[in-house]
């Protein structure tokens, strides 16, 4: 499905596809909407899996995410090792979590992201790296919350019919 609010793409963007590197691989990416207030707002949300280890017990990892509102001085934000306390149900390897405060002004197109392992918080010694891109299909500056949520239910009511006409 094309969602999309506030933006018209260029038909030569393509849609980032999941990677996997000799590390990481990815689990899950988006732009997180707040859609609290009549402009929203984003953030970045990024789910990775550490799927073959590193040399160190416990590395000091770190997202560098382009910022919308000035390339130049891209968001460093120390990624999250997440917990599993259900035994029977363990992650089968470690997975990490970014999440950027509010991102500003965001807009429509392809933005970089890239996830690095380093041996400790000093960060002298870079363990592995991983990078993608994060396809933003939403305009904070032309898309509002009653336009947003008009075409999330929207495209709610399509996925739900597609659902049921493959059942």
Sequence with gaps: MNFSCGCLFDKSIKEPHFKKSKHFEDLSASFAINAKKEQ????YSWLLQLHRPLDVKEPYVE??????TDPSRPFLVP???????????????????VLTPDVGGLNCGLYKMKITAYADKSRSRVLAEHDNQLLSRINTDTCYKAEFMERMNAAARQA???WEKRQ
């Design 63 to 68: 997202a560098t995410l382009e910022n919308p």
């Design 160 to 162: 739900e019919q597609d």
């Design 40 to 43: 929203l707002g984003a953030h």
């Design 79 to 97: 990624a999250i090792q997440l917990e599993n306390n259900d035994a029977d149900n363990s992650f089968p390897h470690p997975r990490y979590y």
